[in-house]
């Protein structure tokens, strides 16, 4: 049975649809990382799982019992939001106990509970603390450790990460990955970061403009993007249109002087076909190969232990991804050969910009 199950939830505000009727199956333990660009309706959904916004049409079940219309309060859900929303005054581990309150867990019970949530989130022995003694990372640490001693049914976050700086978001994330393997607790977590998403989630929702693009494990999103949208938000870059060529038992891709392999085998000789390409996986050679196509170097930047380069093949602009250390003896006006991964060639037949069904899990 699935923990969560949204079936046809719909919204819209003031005449602007938030959100196409949506289908979403979260099986008990599991993390799904949402994912997608402002706008694209994370919130929206995540708030009207949570209760804090009525969907105009379709129903929200959890643990099997039909929520759709049950205030925020009985959902028995754990939240954490992106601004810690802790109350100053009080201290760490009333903070705590506070959520506690409704539940009618009170004196050394509350406190014991508090106790051995801090110890999970990794804030022992920082009870008697305000948060204004505490870092971002530590107050949304204790965010957390409100959220969970409630034993929630439900952990939704929101953008949880989103105000820390970038050294302590990684700390964080491996501490949401721990205490989410030793609790099993059945999570959300909405982000825009697609590396987050990958890193975390056990699936990934990617939703744009109301919405699903894609819902699989990070890998399937990653190797087998359904669309054009996905392909692009998850890092491929748009080369432009192609042409399937067969010959024999060999299938290529032909764009412009380009001749790359195709991934998609089925696909008849002579389809037209929008091509993406990974920059990581594009590899450049000084001198010619076989199967490699030339081009000049338009520029090299380098970004520490990583250059980014971009090659002009006639015409057509090919993205790389690539060590420095490889990239040393290159740079802007060169002449280089180059060659695609077939898992770094995206392929869709022209057309195939409408959102994919709620994909099987892979
Ligand atoms: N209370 C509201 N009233 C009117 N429009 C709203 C309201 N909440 C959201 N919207 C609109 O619905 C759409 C989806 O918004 P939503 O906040 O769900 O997106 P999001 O993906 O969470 O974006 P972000 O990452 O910026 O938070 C947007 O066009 C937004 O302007």
């Not at 949570?50 to 039909?66: F, T």
């Not at 998403?197 to 990934?204: F, H, P, Q, S, T």
Request: include cysteine.
């Amino acid at each position: 049975m699935a923990e969560l199950s949204v079936s046809g939830v719909s919204k819209t505000y003031h005449g602007n649809t938030a959100l196409h009727p949506i289908d979403l199956e979260v099986p008990d333990g599991r993390f799904c990382a949402m994912l997608g660009s402002s706008g694209s309706g994370k919130s929206t959904l995540l708030r009207i799982v949570a209760g804090l916004e009525i969907p105009d049409g379709g129903s929200v079940r959890i643990g099997g019992r039909d929520v759709t219309r049950t205030p925020v309060e009985r959902r028995n859900i754990g939240f954490v939001f992106q601004n810690y929303a802790l109350f100053p005054h009080l201290s760490v581990r009333s903070n705590v106990t506070y959520g506690l309150r409704a539940k009618r867990v009170r004196g050394a019970e509350a406190n014991r509970r508090a106790e051995e949530m801090l110890a999970l989130v990794g804030l022992k022995g920082y009870g008697d603390r305000s948060p204004k003694q505490l870092s971002g990372g530590q107050q949304q640490r204790v965010a957390l450790a409100r959220a969970l001693v409630t034993e929630p049914d439900l952990l939704l976050l929101d953008e949880p990460l989103s105000a820390l700086d970038r050294k302590i978001r990684g700390d964080m994330q491996r501490e949401i990955k721990r205490i989410h393997a030793e609790t099993g607790l059945t999570t959300i977590m909405v982000t825009h970061d697609q590396e987050e998403a990958i890193d975390l989630g056990d699936e990934v929702l990617l939703l744009d403009q109301g919405r699903v693009q894609q819902n699989a494990t990070p890998e399937a999103v990653y190797r087998s993007p359904q669309n054009p949208f996905v392909a692009q938000f998850l890092g491929a870059h748009p080369l432009g249109r192609g042409t399937v060529q067969v010959a024999g038992p060999h299938s290529r891709i032909v764009l412009g002087d380009l001749d790359l392999p195709n991934p998609r085998h089925e696909l008849p000789a002579g389809t037209e076909v929008e091509v993406l390409v990974m920059s990581e996986k594009v590899r450049v050679f000084p001198a010619a190969q076989a199967g490699t196509s030339t081009g000049r170097l338009d520029r090299v930047d380098f970004f520490g232990p990583i250059a980014r380069a971009e090659i002009d093949a006639n015409g057509v602009r090919v993205p790389v991804t690539m060590l420095s250390q490889d990239a040393d003896d290159l740079g802007a006006g060169d002449r280089v050969w180059f060659s695609v991964a077939p898992a770094g060639v995206h392929v869709f037949p022209v057309g195939t910009t409408a959102p994919a069904p709620v994909a099987a899990r892979a």
